[in-house]
């Protein structure tokens, strides 16, 4: 940021006051980015799949039957 504003008290052109601009809000978007990119990775690819989580359900062993009764 304060190479934007020693631009602006340079009165460089507004053209390079505008790609100085550009250029940090690309490099601040590009770390959050960076910064969100491992949770939502953990998130997507760390959860059982919808597959196992049917199987899990389909695999419940009946109850034993009371034979003495």
Do not use: C
Not at 28 to 40: C, H, M, Q, S
Not at 47 to 54: G, S
Request: hydrophobic share 30%.
């Amino acid at each position: 940021m304060p190479n934007i504003i020693d631009l602006i008290a340079q009165d460089s052109s507004a053209s390079d006051i505008s790609q100085e601009i550009k250029d940090t809000l690309y490099s601040k978007a590009a770390d959050k980015i960076e910064n969100l990119r491992t949770g939502v990775s953990d998130t997507m690819f760390n959860e059982p799949e919808i597959e196992d989580a049917v199987e899990l359900e389909t695999q419940v062993e009946p109850e034993e039957e009371n034979n003495g009764e």
